[in-house]
């Protein structure tokens, strides 16, 4: 077995576009989810070392320090992060000339020529998932015996090989020793969980075809895939006797609730665990759980779902093929609240067929449905998913690099139309946050929360200067610059 080092690389500041993130961009407060891509194959491989650079303020030079003792690395990458991934490698391999370099994530997967191509410190990439093809490389198989690989033969010539099945999920070993061993769970923060939390897999892939998403059409697959509910809970309660600081379980399965009535059973297990030690937990959800399920996923422990509302536009809804309507997401928010279940509301400002009128429409949506709190982003026409081809087809791209972030990391609008430009785009982001969050109302309830607990009042205090710096640093950036 070779001495492998798993790398989420160093990046720009309070970036979370690196493993387990669909976030690809600078966040407007400090965010950062566990690596969990990294951490499963880093299971596989024993006596293996996961370093995550940006969660733990890790600098390029310890990373070149730590890098002389490893015959074998997988850097995670990401489209906006691959440039300066790609100098970090090229860094790795000057101190290390022996170390065999591959790179992991979407982006190679959709591009592996390309990637291969971009510099001759790459020896391989891998596609589709890629746990077990990083398990292989680590025991020394030849490369051309690898499925899902694309590698530099010796003459030169990029060779690839065949796809890789999908993962068994239940075949996986638990991540949450790879934390205990290798990470600080103090360093992993989303302002939608409760801190300190843990966060992991209880299935990969997603069923739905949102044009948008990243995941299923570059890696996981439009089949969800789920371990046992005996298998998940069993992860859970080891994770509280590691962890017995956390507070908070977050399952970040594109949309955990998809599988019923497998989630109903998994959520007595959990409530089982969780309740006794005062925890709760949360995950993704979509707008089309019924009452039934909501009532008891609320009565095991669930505290909050993160909701891909996307837009208030039935039409916007219909466009990027979501599969979801406007109606059922009001009906949605009403049963949360009536149950008393959090929504952290997740938007996009600027998918196509959008205009001035439809964002209106959004921003009314938002403030009716009235989620706890928000996030809204610019359309990411990121290589592999539908969205990107059809952008560049219709002439929409800006960039066709997909970068999607200016030099220091805050997300530029890679996508505008005739009818409403990049500026227009960039500026209704902005405006949609400061309707939602700066409303009488949005204004007493989040300081009441925070007059309950000390905790909590510390922690909105600072995410609420961070996210005022963000919008003032945002506005003077070379994207804002660009917008402007």
């Keep these: ?24 961009a600078r966040r407007e407060v400090r965010s950062f989810w566990y690596p969990t891509w990294l951490a499963q194959p880093a299971a596989l491989v024993p006596d293996s070392k996961l370093v995550d650079a940006p969660a733990a303020n890790v600098t390029l030079d310890e990373v070149l320090r730590q890098a002389k003792g490893f015959e074998l690395c997988f850097i995670h990458t990401s489209t906006p992060s691959f440039r300066a991934d790609v100098k970090t490698a090229e860094a790795m391999k000057d101190v290390n000339p ?12 959709v591009l592996p020529e390309e990637a291969l191509k971009a ?84 299935g990969r892939g997603c069923r739905s075809r949102c044009t948008f998403c990243l995941w ?37 399965d594109d949309t955990l609730t998809d599988a019923r009535p497998w989630v109903e059973e998994l959520a007595r297990g959990l409530g089982d665990v969780l309740i006794p030690k005062g925890m709760t937990w949360s995950t993704n959800a979509k707008v089309n759980v019924p009452w039934e399920t909501l009532k008891v996923l609320k009565e095991n422990g669930l505290r909050l779902f993160t909701v891909g509302f996307e837009t208030g536009s039935q039409a916007i809804l219909n466009n990027v093929k979501k599969g979801m309507k406007i109606e059922w997401a009001r009906r949605f928010a009403e049963n949360c609240h009536a149950l008393g ?52 087809q219709e002439g929409w791209l800006r960039d066709e690099s997909g970068e999607l972030v200016a030099d220091n990391g805050f997300q530029v609008t890679s996508i505008e139309y005739p009818h409403l430009s990049h500026r227009d785009i960039f500026e209704m982001q902005e405006q949609l946050y400061r309707e939602f969050f700066f409303r009488p109302s949005k204004i ?31 506005r003077n950036s070379p994207a804002g610059t660009a917008a402007g």
């Design 1 to 24: 077995m070779k001495r492998t080092l798993f790398l989420n690389p160093p990046s720009f500041e309070g970036f979370d576009g690196g493993a387990g993130s669909r976030y690809q």
């Design 98 to 109: 022996q170390m065999t370099m591959g790179f992991v994530g979407p982006h190679v997967a």
């Design 119 to 202: 510099s001759k410190a790459i020896d391989f990439v891998t596609r589709l998932e890629f746990d077990y093809t990083c398990k292989e490389v680590a025991e020394g198989h030849p490369l051309e015996k690898i499925d899902g690989l694309s590698y530099r033969a010796p003459s030169g010539e990029i060779v690839h090989t065949r796809d890789r099945a999908l993962t068994n999920m239940e075949s996986l070993p638990w991540v949450v020793d790879v934390y205990r061993r290798d990470l600080r769970i103090e360093d992993y923060e989303i302002g939608e969980a409760l801190y300190p939390f843990v966060s992991f897999y209880a």
């Design 216 to 252: 299923p059409y570059t890696v996981g697959g439009h089949t969800y895939r789920v371990r046992s509910p005996q298998n998940v809970v069993g992860e859970v309660k080891r994770a509280t006797e590691y962890f017995p600081q956390i507070r908070e379980v977050f399952f970040d």
């Design 341 to 392: 279940i959090k929504m952290h509301g997740t938007f996009i400002v600027g998918l196509p067929g959008e205009t001035k009128e439809t964002i209106r429409e959004t921003i009314q949506f938002v403030k009716d449905i009235n989620p706890h709190t928000i996030q809204v982003s610019l359309p990411a026409a990121l290589p592999g998913t539908y969205l990107y081809d059809q952008a560049k």
């Design 444 to 474: 007493a309830e989040l300081v009441w929360e925070m007059l309950k607990s000390p905790i909590v009042l510390r922690r909105r205090l600072r995410e609420g200067v961070e996210f005022l710096q963000f919008l003032r640093l945002r």
